[in-house]
Every structure is written in C-alpha cells, then in structure tokens.
C-alpha cells in the first residue's frame, strides 16, 4: 500500500506531498491541476517496481522507469517531464509499506 508521496518540479505539479493516504483516496480538482498527471505518475512508479522486482528482465530500473514514463506519458523527450521554469529538479518519492516495511523509491 502506498503511505505517502512527495513530488516535485514534474509535469503541471509544482510541489505535492501527501501524507497518510488510505486505502481509499479522493483526488479532486479543476480541469488542468494535474490529477492524471498525479495518477500517470503513481501508475508508472509503481509498474515500475512491479516489473523490477520481478527479476526476470535484462533491463536496470533506470531504464525500466524511462520507458514505463516514456509510454505513460506519450513525451518526445522525458526532460518534457520536468516543470518549465522550475529552479527545482524533479523529484518523485513513494512511501510503500509492505508487510510492515516502509520502502521508497525515488526517480
């Protein structure tokens, strides 16, 4: 389950941390805030473990993450990712708790 996740600088999302999520989560917003940008990301970390932990590709998780957020996002370049402007660079961090472990996976 995920307990918390922090992003910064990607996409239309300036700076999010959100801390003690549930089971269940409302996402709520106007038009162009960044929910599917927020859900697009959570998709791709998580795919992105999921493929990795399965230890049965050739691929490093640096490059099992570029393509899941290249095919996710449909971006020419994944530097298209990062907030235009930003002083920041980007960061992403998942807060997963698995059996009582809390692990983290920062992109």
């Known amino acids: 389950m995920i307990n918390a996740i922090e992003l910064e600088s990607f996409g239309i999302i300036e700076k999010l941390v959100w801390q003690k999520l549930g089971k269940i989560n409302l996402v709520i917003g106007n038009n162009g805030t960044g929910k599917t940008f927020l859900l697009k990301s959570l998709y791709t970390a998580m795919r992105t473990i999921e493929e990795f932990k399965r230890g049965d590709d050739q691929r490093n998780i640096n490059q099992i993450l570029f393509d899941k957020l290249y095919w996710t996002f449909q971006t020419e370049e994944i530097g298209d990712l990062v907030r235009k402007g930003s002083e920041h660079p980007l960061s ?9 472990v809390t692990k983290t996976s920062k992109t």
């Open 92 to 100: 992403f961090k998942i807060y997963l708790n698995a059996e009582g």
